[in-house]
């Protein structure tokens, strides 16, 4: 048996637009061009949540080939969460925990 939600259809997308961080802004703070990268981490910081946290993380991850680029999201993370794992990123996946 299905469940029907409560809301409308129609205003479906406008709250997953206004409560969620699109994934292009994501794959832009991910950028090893700080041209790209540095305006998408500027939009990250203006509309932070703390969920957004495990979603940096989990881009840094993935990151081990660029650790340039891995270190400058784990550097963002440590600013907006105010959590000293600095770049070490054992320690931000063990306090995920």
Do not use: V
């Amino acid at each position: 048996m299905l469940r029907r939600h409560s809301l409308p259809l129609l205003l479906a997308p406008r709250l997953l637009a206004e409560d969620f961080l699109p994934l292009t802004t994501l794959a832009a703070a991910a950028s090893p061009e700080d041209k790209i990268a540095k305006p998408a981490l500027a939009q990250i910081k203006a509309h932070w949540r703390p969920a957004y946290a495990p979603m940096l993380l989990e881009t840094a991850s993935l990151l081990n080939r660029d650790p340039i680029t891995r270190d400058r999201l784990l550097h963002f993370l440590d600013q907006q969460t105010r959590q000293r794992f600095f770049t070490n990123l054992a320690a931000w996946q063990r306090n995920g925990e």
